[in-house]
């Protein structure tokens, strides 16, 4: 019976471990880091979940830049007009909703960056390999 026990409590971790090995496994760790960095940051699932989409759709290496970087959220902007246009729906209302979405975030972030002062209120926001000056 304890052995029954043991299979059903082992059998989900060792599946767990060989999901996270794996490709998508990669993927999903890269979108739990987003997703604790965006809540970290005070953000909404569905605002995270936007700027993921966004992040995929402009194909950044560093999704999380978006929560914080005004020069990523520009670049995003330019590759879905490019997108956009190459396809021919740069005029789509779908387009145009997503574009003012974006354009409305970057303003926000903006006009956040603007009131913070700058400098570290501790060392978390320190990441692993950055240079200190």
């Not at 082992?10 to 987003?34: C, N, Q, S, Y």
């Not at 879905?80 to 972030?109: F, M, P, V, W």
Request: charged share 25%.
């Amino acid at each position: 019976m304890y052995f029954l026990y043991i299979f059903l409590i082992i059998t989900p971790i060792l599946a767990l471990i060989a999901l996270l090995m794996t490709e998508k496994g990669a993927t999903v760790k890269e979108f739990m880091r987003f997703l604790v960095s965006g809540l970290d940051s005070g953000f909404t699932i569905g605002q995270i979940s936007f700027l993921w989409k966004i992040g995929t759709l402009s194909e950044l290496e560093d999704r999380t830049s978006l929560f914080w970087s005004l020069p990523a959220l520009d670049r995003c902007t330019s590759e879905i007009l490019r997108k956009a246009k190459q396809i021919g729906i740069e005029n789509d209302e779908e387009t145009q909703t997503l574009l003012s979405k974006l354009y409305s975030y970057r303003t926000k972030i903006g006009l956040e960056q603007a009131k913070k002062k700058h400098g570290l209120d501790s060392t978390r926001e320190i990441t692993e390999g950055q240079r200190v000056r």
